[in-house]
């Protein structure tokens, strides 16, 4: 395995830097949206019991007597502060197929160049040879893009959910300030 590694080239650095970054910042998206969910959908009154980090800013809002407009922003800010680190997960998604793809041009180059170089006729295997050490790079930049692209697309419904939570949550409870509740 390390001897693929080795033959995908100086590019097989970055796709497993990619690699590292983007498990990381799926992890941790991941265990926070989960604790998140599980605070948000709790019933309301346990919800106002211990309110969940993300929904502090809305209750002092409430509590101040702030308006729709503001519980809006405030609301906006709130998801998009838990969304943070979603847009450089779908950055690295996008760019470690492209480091691979660079990968496998460059890797045909350097097969063809040792194929034009050759004084003799050119054997089926040397070519074969350039040209499988050359995709090695494309494989390995789509078996960290496919990933982590799917958990993107997980982590997005998750923050979606979440934002909906927390818009039922204000409204409820904006809703009660308004009627004396």
Not at 29 to 35: D, L, P
Not at 106 to 124: E, H, L, R, W
Not at 128 to 156: F, Q
Request: glycine share 8%.
């Amino acid at each position: 395995m390390l001897d693929l590694v080795v033959k995908g080239g100086w590019l097989m650095i970055p796709i497993f830097i990619c690699s590292l970054v983007g498990l990381a910042i799926l992890i941790n998206k991941f265990f926070q949206f989960r604790g998140l969910l599980q605070a948000v959908e709790r019933p309301l009154n346990d919800v106002l019991a211990s309110p969940p980090e993300i929904l502090r800013p809305l209750l002092t809002a409430l509590d101040q007597g702030s308006g729709e407009k503001e519980l809006s922003v405030i609301g906006t800010r709130q998801v998009r502060d838990m969304e943070k680190g979603l847009s450089w997960l779908s950055l690295i998604a996008t760019i470690a197929p492209l480091l691979g793809l660079t990968g496998t041009v460059t890797g045909m180059i350097k097969a063809f160049m040792v194929i034009a170089a050759s004084s003799t006729q050119v054997s089926p295997a040397l070519l074969a040879s350039g040209i499988w050490e050359a995709l090695i790079t494309t494989a390995a930049g789509l078996l960290v893009a496919i990933p982590l692209h799917i958990g993107h697309h997980y982590l997005e419904k998750q923050a979606d959910e979440i934002a909906f939570d927390l818009k039922d949550i204000t409204l409820a409870l904006y809703l009660r300030k308004q009627n004396g509740i």
